[in-house]
């Protein structure tokens, strides 16, 4: 591995249009990351990209795993994919940091948990919105009180038919609106709620227009603080992604909360007990840079790389207790 005060080497595994066109741009622009190289069955992508980025680039993962000046491997594979790919990453030596879901399946999760413990290196699971100030905002108007006792809170995040959906059509390759959008609902409802009990009350997840894979769905939760939960995620319909929450002094509304530009001014909405609406900015910020300086410092820092490890535990976890609500 490289010295602490080195940048830290990282290469991103998977050239999907996600990883081209934010995360690369994204390690380039983070300061103690060096965009070391890139690696695709991809021949002719991993020719484009490492051209572009002045980097190496690979076609096969086992040379890739065995250079020892690799620090981080970044995981932008197909969701199916990123069990076996992760732990190849962690075997290897390398932190392993990986776009959501960390894995299809709460039992890959746990073992490449435990499996990064005794390691001792870093995994991190890429929500990069948690990051963004909008979402630190959020958490400080719920934690400080600013809606008095919090009662309900509800995310809605859907997403039109893509012109390239890839492998989110592919079962088999951990395709499906659960994982690749409801994972964000999940998620945020952990990170402003992470320490209570979470009963699901109700979920579905339905498969519309004989597609293989789910495309929509829906859970109801109720936490032990007495927060009442409504998750909703849906592909294939009109575009939404927000959050809203009631309390028993106010309530608060936020846009985009889960995806948006670098440019984007994020806006609160909020309403004091007798109804009165206020407004209120939250810094801009491109949040995939700044996701990526969170695990930059805590492939460094034990404790924040174990706190990381709970987190991820906690969504799986969650998420497959509404997965299994919904089959039942």
């Known amino acids: 591995m490289t010295p602490a005060t080195s940048p830290l080497r990282l290469v991103v595994w998977g050239l999907g249009r996600h990883a081209t066109d934010k995360i690369l741009p994204a390690v380039a622009a ?44 970044y995981v932008a594979t197909p969701t199916g994919l990123h069990a076996e790919h992760a732990a190849a990453a962690i075997a290897a030596g390398k932190h392993v940091w990986c776009e959501k879901p960390l894995t299809s399946r709460l039992r890959d999760t746990l073992d490449l948990v435990s499996l990064s413990r005794r390691r001792q290196l870093s995994l991190c699971e890429g929500h990069m919105y ?13 934690s400080g009180g600013r809606i008095g006792r919090n009662l309900s809170v509800g995310f809605r995040f859907g997403i039109p038919p893509s012109a390239h959906p890839g492998f989110r059509t592919d079962k088999a390759l951990g395709g499906g609106a659960l994982l690749d959008v409801g994972s964000y609902p999940i998620s945020a409802l952990d990170a402003l709620f992470p320490d209570v009990a979470r009963e699901v009350c109700y979920a579905r997840v339905s498969f519309r227009g ?21 998750l909703e995620w849906r592909t294939g319909a009109a575009y939404r992604n927000e959050v809203d929450i009631w309390g028993d002094q106010g309530s608060l509304f936020a846009d985009k909360i ?23 900015p939250a ?13 930059r410092d805590l492939a460094a820092d034990a404790e924040a790389a174990e706190r990381e490890r709970g987190s991820i535990t906690r969504r799986a976890e969650l998420l497959e207790k509404i ?4 089959a039942a």
């Open 283 to 295: 810094g801009a910020g491109d949040h995939f840079v700044l996701m990526l300086r969170a695990f």
């Open 30 to 73: 983070t300061e103690g990351l060096e965009l070391y190289g890139v690696c695709s069955r991809d021949a002719r992508t991993v020719s484009t990209s490492s051209a572009a980025w002045s980097c190496k680039g690979w076609t096969e993962a086992a040379p890739m795993l065995d250079d020892p000046k690799i620090d981080i491997v």
């Open 323 to 326: 997965a299994s609500v919904a």
């Open 258 to 280: 889960f995806s948006k530009p670098a440019s984007f001014m994020p806006l609160f909405r909020l309403r004091d007990a007798h109804g009165v609406e206020t407004t209120e």
């Open 210 to 230: 004989g597609s293989s894979v789910d495309t929509d769905g829906r859970a109801m939760i109720e936490l032990s603080n007495g927060v009442a939960a409504d």
């Open 130 to 142: 948690l990051h963004h100030p909008q979402f630190t905002q959020l958490a400080r108007y719920l």
